[in-house]
């Protein structure tokens, strides 16, 4: 075999080994995706409205203020009432999505529980899932798949970067720097838990150019109930921070204040930014937080 023939060889198998790899995890975190997103049933039906189109949505009665250039005559005629032929909406918007990938998102108290980072990239992808079949543009900053498009193509792209797990993940996540789509709307999936002025100011472009959406801190039960007590090692996802303690209970309460502080900062920037702010917890259902952020989102297209 020559150099050029074994070469080939070794790129084959590691090409397969990868594509076995993400094969092996894309199929079940779609299709997770598509059954908590078919689970709250919405699809494009729910997003109706009148708009720019060229597709009939319905009639109404006309009202004080309509043209009569807008009157359906036709239909008027078989009532004694004037009747307005609407259009649906039509104009495709462009929702941007982050997922922390931090190696802080792979935390959970439970192990037989799911990690932040997977119901992070669970409701990422359903939502996304919701957004396509409603005929909007979706977009994963920070990845290959940031390009605003819609379509099954752009959903398995998501699915697929989603899927896989990027080298050099710092310890905390902030959100990525790239620019939103001005008028557009955006999600944003995290435990917001680094550093305050690369998250906050971060949170704080976001929102420029016209841009809302939604902050969605995802937090796991021990990193609110605070259950430790006696000798306990605290330490970093990454180990970059490490904290010893013979009386762990005794921090309890200067925790949980620190917690409601940096909660507070968000909701607060939330407020200031015209952002909607959602805090989720792993242990809850995945299908309660997804109809609310469809809602919210649905709400602002």
Known sequence: MSKAQADIAHDAIWLRRDAEKVGGALPPLLASAERLAASVAMGGHGRKRAGTGETFWQYRRAMPGDVMTAVDWRRSARSDKLYIREMEWEAAQTVSLWADDALAMDYKSDPSGRS??????????????????????????????????????????????????????????????????????????????????????GLARAAEHNVSGVFVQIVDEAEEAFPFDGRVIFESMAGVVQFETQRAKALKEAYLDRLAERRAILQDTARRTGWQCLIHRTSQSPRQALLWLYGAIGGQI
Not at 141 to 146: K, M, V, W
């Open 116 to 201: 932040k980072a997977d119901r992070a990239k669970l409701l990422t992808l359903a939502l996304s899932v919701l957004l396509v079949k409603a005929g909007e543009r979706v977009a994963l900053l920070g990845t290959d798949a940031a390009q605003p498009r819609s379509g099954e193509t752009q959903l398995r792209r998501m699915a697929m970067t989603l899927a896989q797990e990027r080298e050099d993940r710092p310890d905390y996540g902030a959100p990525p720097q790239e620019r939103i789509t001005p008028g557009g709307r955006a999600v944003f999936f995290s435990d917001f838990m680094g550093p305050k002025d690369e998250i906050f100011d």
